[in-house]
């Protein structure tokens, strides 16, 4: 047997060649090995199945000139290789015909296969609101007595954010509907809330802070509370196959979460020169690690929808920096803190998508996510007035995002 089963034919040496005579060596075919991918292949994913086809064109067999010593030809997909010499004939034995292995594509339940092997990518947008799990506490208060929640000017828990929209993209490629590769991003570049109360004379900040004589914090006339939020997600995973409906995800995930906290107050009145005070918090929060997932895919007709569930366990490094002053006066806080712990953060969302072709399809569907062991802004709020007052990194807090998103997914 030769090479990957290719048989040659028997013949009597005296045949073979005239004593003295060379043998010229016989033609590679490259046709008759097995293929077998290479370890970058079986790394992504591509292995051998049983479905087999045919490469190449058969090879014609050559007639040696006159007088040529003996040499091997063959035509790999007719007869088996050859020994000839001139004017004498050797009967062919089987044929055996090389074979390299191929994926045969999933079929998807339903209409036509819309899922095929190849690139792909989804351009759309989301729209998505948020809630912070921070302590909740009050802000700014009446210093008329009773001190107690009836005379609160602003607590925490009132700061609401609304839905604002983002971009997302992903950009994957599929080897052969068993094994892919995706990345993805989505994120809202701002998150937004302010409140501005006006009392004159009764605005005041909790804690010493509100009566600190350097600054304008206590029985001030007005008072702007206000939280600025950016967020960024961004994914590389790899997804494999149970069958046709079933996947499963691992990856790597970051986030990036940053908090923007400003308090002013301006007193025109126990302060000359409407002196104006601030207490500044910026936060910001990187979550990096790795995550699983499972991914549920059905098709009918020409409708298909995702179900996608991922969690993982991260690490967090996270920064504070708190500045508290008044313009063109006195500094009483100028500090920065910055810490590494471990956050979680599991995701949901689904998807239905309208196929128009195997090639585009119109897409939406709805998201959660929620982060906790994040660093935010009001949390960091220390309004007390020694020596190494807010310092402390408190990365304790949680966030719960969620909405819609849509958008057109592109097979190519």
Not at 155 to 163: K, L, M
Not at 200 to 220: E, H, K, R, S
Not at 294 to 307: C, E, P, T, V
Not at 310 to 322: D, L, P
Request: proline fraction near 8%.
């Amino acid at each position: 047997m030769g090479p990957a089963g290719v048989a040659y034919a028997s013949v009597p040496a005296q045949s073979v060649a005239t004593p003295g005579a060379a043998v010229t060596p016989g033609v590679y075919d490259p046709y008759a090995y097995q293929w077998q991918p290479s370890p970058l292949a079986r790394f992504f994913g591509v292995v051998p199945a049983q479905a087999v086809a045919p490469i190449g064109p058969p090879m014609t067999v050559m007639s040696p000139p006159a007088g040529a010593a003996p040499y091997y030809s063959f035509q790999p997909s007719t007869t088996a290789p050859i020994l000839s010499t001139p004017g004498t004939v050797v009967a062919p034995v089987a044929p055996v015909q090389p074979y390299y292995p191929v994926q045969p594509p999933m079929q998807m339940q339903g209409g036509a296969n819309c899922f095929h092997p190849g690139p792909y990518a989804e351009i759309g947008a989301v729209f998505l609101d948020r809630r912070n799990e921070a302590r909740d506490f009050a802000i700014l208060v009446d210093d008329d007595p009773p001190l107690n929640t009836d005379n609160n000017l602003f607590r925490v828990s009132q700061g609401d954010f609304n839905y604002e929209v983002g971009p997302r993209a992903v950009i994957g490629y599929d080897f052969n509907q068993r094994v892919a590769y995706e990345a993805m991003y989505y994120g809202v570049y701002t998150w937004d809330w302010a409140t501005t109360v006006t009392a004159p004379d009764d605005v005041n900040v909790v804690g010493d802070l509100g009566l600190n004589p350097a600054l304008a914090f206590f029985n001030a006339d007005t008072a702007t509370v206000s939280l600025d939020s950016s967020f960024h997600n961004f994914e590389l995973n790899r997804i494999g196959s149970f069958n046709d409906c079933v996947a499963w995800i691992l990856g790597f995930r970051y986030i990036r979460l940053t908090e923007e906290f400003r308090l002013t107050a301006t007193d025109d009145v126990f302060l000359p020169g409407a002196t104006t005070s601030r207490y500044n918090v910026d936060v910001t929060n990187n979550l990096y690690g790795a995550q699983l997932g499972l991914r549920l895919r059905h098709m009918i007709g020409n409708f298909s929808y995702d179900l996608i569930g991922k969690a993982g366990v991260y690490a967090n490094s996270a920064e504070q920096s708190q500045f508290v002053g008044t313009d063109g006066g006195a500094t009483i806080r100028d500090s920065s803190t910055s810490g590494t712990d471990v956050a979680f953060v599991g995701d949901i969302m689904m998807t239905g998508r309208y196929h128009f072709s195997s090639a585009v399809a119109l897409q939406g569907g709805y998201q959660a996510l929620w982060l906790k062991g994040v660093a935010l802004a009001t949390d960091q709020l220390d309004f007390s007035d020694a020596a190494g007052a807010g310092e402390l990194l408190d990365n304790d807090g949680g966030v719960f995002i969620h909405g819609a998103h849509a958008g057109l997914l592109i097979v190519w």
